[in-house]
């Protein structure tokens, strides 16, 4: 028998992650990889695309049951795999024994098929457009709650209690203040530089002056979330007062989260500035809706350094890193930049929808589009509404947002996008609000570094904590040279 099948074997209840059992198959298995003639091609090939099966599809397909094992047919050999199961009823081959029961490894470059961890803090159902903290829908917690108690939740997955809130609330107010010796680190950047680059710059600084960060101790763990918490928004507004060579504002314990970082931002020391309520409950809802993402490219990058035993703040620098590439947190500049450049006649709406239809082009229409969302992502529904909202409240209007709304409709009516499933996602929205509040294009990807805070503390509290956690450290399929011997500078 040739050709590779994975097949469910008998099937058993719904049960949780937990109560799935391994098949605790025999031990004689292990080591004994294929012999070569039996091994499939190793030519790299891709099949044709899969019509995509939702998880809970599958579950309904099995008949509301989910089998113990998967099969596993390499050639002559068959071997079981036990099946997982989370609380959402996504299901998992587990295949931690397969390179030693086979020889094989799986091949899944962007890891779109892989989970590399368990977590009980983000649900999200690209399929169905769902997002959930900890259980409550990001509808709702947008609605009632707010950045600091979403922070809490983040952290410990569930809602604090009044005293727990408080306290929380206070902490995170009382370490705001940055080293006055971390202020001669802005001063040494040059003021053109990116604020992401200065952000991961400081991030990654404050071990030199928190070096308990490094200790590993769940006590000091723990001290090291809450500086980064309270700090982020002090560096993320030094960042930009540098950049515009004005005078670092200290953090003001009587404002709200929110209020103190659009003070420490547009404040100075000449005049009183009280931040504008709307502005405030505004930014509120952008660090709520940025807040967690389960396992995107910079959430992963702070568990794949965390894993490795470094400590908080060295891993969300790496974080940060990542967020700010353009396919990540840094298209809620490009939109922002497409959307100007619309306004300014430099290209039509359906031009630029040309071109990201071309592959040849190197354009992509930014702010569509996403690895797990093939539905309307749920937070730019939300930023959509809030956009009109915001631009009322503040008595202003926006013609970026008629181009928004534009693209919007022309891409939500072109076979390509449909096709693909390519839906507005959280940054298409997310530019037009930060521009009504006067935040610097330059500062959008800063901002979504400040709300994905707790996230990324969350998730590495959580990928430290977490027993089953091992250095991150993938494997590849080896396409180089062969052996061969050196050959001297002059004889080559
Ligand atoms: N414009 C045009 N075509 C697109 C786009 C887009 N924005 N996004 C995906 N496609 C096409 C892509 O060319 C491919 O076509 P084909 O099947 O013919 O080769 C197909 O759709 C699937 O795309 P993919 O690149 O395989 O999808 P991915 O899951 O690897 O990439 C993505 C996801 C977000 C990087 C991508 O959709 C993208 O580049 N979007 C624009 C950048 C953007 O808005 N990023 C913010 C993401 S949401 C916030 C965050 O989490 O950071």
């Known amino acids: 028998m040739t050709g590779v099948s994975l097949m469910p074997d008998a099937a058993h209840p719904l049960g949780s992650l937990s109560a799935v059992e391994s098949q605790g198959l025999p031990i004689e ?25 939702t998880p809970a599809a599958v579950v309904s397909m099995m008949n509301q049951t989910v089998p113990k094992t998967a099969k596993l047919t390499i050639g002559d050999l068959q071997i079981d795999l036990p099946m997982l199961i989370g609380t959402e009823n996504e299901i998992a081959i587990d295949i931690r024994q397969l390179r030693a029961k086979t020889g094989a490894i799986t091949y899944d470059p962007g890891l779109g098929n892989t989970g590399a961890c368990s977590s009980k803090i983000t649900f999200l159902d690209g399929e169905q457009g769902t997002l959930r903290y900890a259980g409550y829908s990001i ?210 709406a359906k031009e630029f929808m040309e071109l990201a239809k071309k592959k040849d082009s190197g354009m992509r229409l930014v702010g569509f589009g996403h690895r797990v969302y093939k539905n309307y992502d749920p937070r730019a529904q939300i930023l959509k509404k809030a956009c009109y909202e915001v631009l009322d409240q503040l008595g202003r209007k926006d013609s970026l947002l008629d181009i928004a709304i534009e693209l919007e409709q022309i891409a939500l009516n072109d076979s390509y996008f449909v096709e693909r499933k390519l839906y507005p996602n959280v940054d298409f929205y997310s530019g037009i609000i930060y521009k009504a509040l006067g935040i610097p294009v330059e500062m959008f990807t800063v901002f979504f570094a400040i709300g994905r805070m707790p996230g990324w503390v969350s998730q590495w509290l959580e990928c430290r904590k977490d027993p089953e956690t091992r250095i991150t450290r993938p494997r590849q399929m080896y396409t180089g040279a062969t052996v061969r011997s050196y050959t001297s500078v002059e004889k080559r």
């Open 29 to 53: 298995g292990m080591h004994k990889f294929l012999p070569l003639n039996t091994m499939p091609s190793p030519t790299l090939r891709t099949e044709s695309k899969p019509a995509a099966l």
């Open 139 to 348: 509808e709702e917690i947008a609605q009632k709650s707010n950045f600091v108690e979403v922070m809490w939740l983040l952290l410990h997955q569930r809602l604090p209690l009044a005293a727990e809130l408080a306290q929380f609330s206070h902490d995170i107010t009382y370490h705001t203040m940055l080293h006055e010796n971390l202020k001669q680190l802005f001063s040494s950047l040059p003021k053109s530089g990116h604020p992401m680059a200065v952000c991961a710059a400081s991030v990654g600084a404050l071990s030199t002056f928190y070096q308990d960060s490094s200790s590993g101790s769940d006590e000091h763990n723990w001290i090291s979330a809450i500086r980064l918490l309270a700090k982020m928004p002090t560096i993320a507004a030094y960042s930009y007062k540098h950049s515009i060579g004005q005078p670092f504002m200290y953090p003001r314990n009587d404002l709200s989260y929110a209020a103190n970082i659009l003070y420490m931002l547009f404040g100075t020391p000449c005049e009183k500035y009280e931040p504008n309520p709307v502005m405030v409950r505004a930014l509120d809802l952008l660090l709520i809706l940025h807040a967690d993402h389960e396992q995107n490219c910079s959430t992963s990058t702070v568990r794949t350094v965390g894993s490795s035993g470094a400590n908080l703040f060295a891993s969300v620098s790496a974080g940060i890193s990542a967020l700010w590439g353009p396919l990540h947190g840094g298209a809620n500049q490009d939109v922002i930049e497409m959307l100007l450049s619309i306004r300014e006649g430099k290209r039509t």
